[in-house]
């Protein structure tokens, strides 16, 4: 067999792309999704798009592969994490829109829940706090009067959970643990479910998908997923998680971070499960075997990091495609004293404010559209070293190199600016598919394609290595600048 084919079910898209031995990529195909704004703060998609999505790439995808005379070893999937799906597991149609990770029609209820008590429970059991990001109060929403009908036909899930259901034809319910760690219904204490958890938020245990290792053969493929019928798929990661796999951060202390929609810094703090520290999550990075170890990590979610961008191309029409922002942004020496703090959908880590909003401050005349463009890459870096840094106290370790990849990774200008703030070298690899790169090492393992984590660790290489160019002291002065911009952007539309 000569590759292993990862489905990437993103926020923006979905991507199937082909790795080989040597974690080369080896072909892919894109398609992007619709993003659905029903009300202010709501963000939908449409589960029989993504489905068509998956089919259309891998279709694509096997076509070239196939002409070239390249087989497929086996298949991994990623995904956006919270995103919460409902459908009828025997027609398999769902029952309502995808509620998305962005989406923060459940920040009252988050508040409610709070303000009941349960917090202390949430945040020991599963290293989340009470955030509209989670899953469990959208399918709570979902489930609510009016809504989806929980009757014996009900399945719920992750996104991971509805591509595997395509992929088998239906055959698996199946999830892995650094995907259920993000719904606030597992239980990082017994890694399960929580039924205290389930009767919290009123979703039906029975409803869940059954929990297996992130690397094992749930499953083979069906006629009409868009592959050939009987190749293992046999690989499961939460996107970031996938990340943190893919950039090889094997070893305790490793950090990465991924410039995608949102911004997520992952450290690896190994298999034994660290205490909850305020500001940061608790996640399950991977668990590789049946009953074997699992290896934990800290997370640092920023909630906008590409999607600034997008904004300054769709929103403002300063830029065309999202590839001019570098030369707009170097066309300038600094931002002007213009600081943009992106929290379109409330400020994450490690803040975890869903009231907040975007804010630019420091407008004088004289600022222009390369000023915006400017401050919107170094609020990235700024928001990237709040919870780096975050993540490295609480671990008690010395970060000594950013791993980085997604979308942005390609900015040349954006990575200088994050190793002068982080005062650390910052390394774009080869491969800036971390994600998918991730998801079929997980698969290949499975299935002896790669035969232990020392080769994932070798078929990793660097591409560039960006050093600081400023002193310590300057990037904290301008550091302290954008944490007074965070303040003023805090708690914006909570209610009196």
């Not at 990091?305 to 830029?319: E, P, S, Y």
């Amino acid at each position: 067999m000569d590759v292993v084919v990862a489905v990437d079910a993103g926020t923006t898209g979905v991507r199937a792309v082909a790795v080989d031995g040597a974690g080369r990529l080896a072909g892919w195909a894109y398609r992007e999704l619709t993003q659905h704004f029903p009300q202010p703060g709501w963000v939908e998609h449409d589960p029989e798009e993504i489905s068509a999505a998956v089919g259309a790439t891998l279709a694509e995808l096997h076509a070239a592969l196939d002409d070239a005379g390249t087989t497929i070893a086996a298949v991994g999937v990623t995904n956006q994490r919270e995103t919460a799906v409902a459908w009828d597991r025997r027609t398999g149609r769902p029952r309502h829109r995808a509620v998305v990770w962005q989406d923060r029609r459940t920040a009252a209820r988050c508040d409610e829940l709070r303000d009941a008590g349960h917090l202390p429970l949430v945040r020991d059991a599963t290293g989340l706090v009470l955030d509209p990001y989670f899953t469990a109060t959208k399918l709570e929403w979902m489930l609510g009067p009016g809504g989806v009908q929980a009757d014996a036909g009900l399945a719920v899930g992750t996104v991971d959970t509805w591509v595997v259901r395509h992929l088998t034809g239906g055959a698996v319910h199946v999830t892995d643990p650094s995907n259920a760690c993000r719904t606030l219904l597992y239980d990082l204490r017994t890694r399960a479910w929580s039924p205290e958890l389930c009767e919290l938020f009123g979703v039906p245990e029975a409803t869940l998908p059954e929990v297996r290792p992130s690397s094992g053969r749930y499953g083979v493929t069906a006629e009409g997923c868009g592959l050939p019928a009987g190749i293992p798929v046999s690989g499961i990661g939460g996107d970031q998680q996938a990340a943190l796999f893919g950039q090889a951060c094997l070893t305790p202390g490793m950090v990465k971070h991924t410039y995608g929609t949102g911004g997520f810094a992952l450290l690896n703090v190994g298999e034994e499960r660290p205490a909850v520290v305020e500001g940061l999550l608790t996640t399950v990075a991977w668990q590789l075997t049946e009953g074997g170890p699992t290896t934990y990590a800290y997370e640092g979610a920023v909630f906008t990091m590409g999607a600034a961008v997008q904004w300054l191309r769709d929103g403002l029409g300063l830029i065309s495609s999202s590839d001019e922002v570098e030369a707009l942004a170097r066309s300038v020496p600094d931002s002007g004293g213009v600081v943009v703090v992106p929290a379109f959908s409330g400020l994450g880590s490690p803040w975890w404010d869903p009231w907040a909003r975007g804010t630019v401050v420091g407008l004088t005349r004289g600022v222009g559209r390369a000023h915006l463009a400017r401050a919107v890459l170094e609020a990235m870096a700024f928001s990237t070293r709040d919870v780096v840094e975050a993540m490295a106290r609480s671990a008690g370790r010395e970060v000594l190199e950013l791993r980085v990849d997604g979308g942005a990774a390609v900015n040349d200008l954006l990575l200088q600016l994050q190793a002068d703030q982080l005062q650390v070298p910052v390394v774009r690899p080869t491969v800036t598919e971390s994600t998918a790169l991730g998801a079929a090492f997980l698969a290949g393992l499975a299935e002896g394609f790669w035969g232990s984590t020392a080769d994932v660790a070798e078929a990793w290489s660097p591409e560039r290595t960006f050093l600081p160019a400023t002193s310590a002291g300057s990037a904290a002065g301008a550091h302290q600048t954008w944490l007074r911009a965070v303040e003023r952007s805090g708690s914006w539309i909570r209610q009196p």
